[in-house]
């Protein structure tokens, strides 16, 4: 099993930055991509930004230019930098590491961007 905790969620106004970080902990050998999904409220849950352990990043469209997800292989550790954030980036954000058998999913951190 792999546990996985978020941090650094929070309201924020439009224009603002906030940073999520993720600490993988458990059966972390074989992790190979990391990532985060949002679901904002009455919708699926998508992909925001994913990165592997070779460093390769993929965004989603919408925050491509205004997200950097960076990931340090050392510390279990993976983080998303989210800067001039809009309202519609308001969602559950989730953190996944994926095995070779299955994703694994943190608890989810509230980002609000509001004025």
């Known amino acids: 099993q792999v546990q996985l905790v978020e941090s650094g969620g929070g309201s924020v106004q439009p224009g603002g930055s906030l940073r999520l970080s993720c600490a993988a902990s458990?059966?972390?050998?074989?992790?190979?991509?990391m990532g985060w999904y949002r679901q904002a409220a009455g919708k699926e849950r998508v992909l925001v930004a994913s990165?592997?352990?070779?460093?390769?990043?993929n965004y989603a469209d919408s925050v491509k230019g205004r997200f950097t997800i960076s990931r340090d292989n050392a510390k279990n550790t993976v983080s998303l930098q989210m800067n001039s954030l809009k309202p519609e980036d308001t969602a559950v954000y989730y953190c996944?590491?994926?095995?070779?058998?299955?994703?694994?999913w943190g608890q989810g951190t509230q980002v609000t961007v509001s004025s």
């Open positions: 990165v592997t352990s070779g460093g390769s990043t």
């Open positions: 996944r590491a994926d095995s070779q058998f299955r994703a694994f």
């Open positions: 458990g059966s972390i050998f074989g992790i190979n991509a």
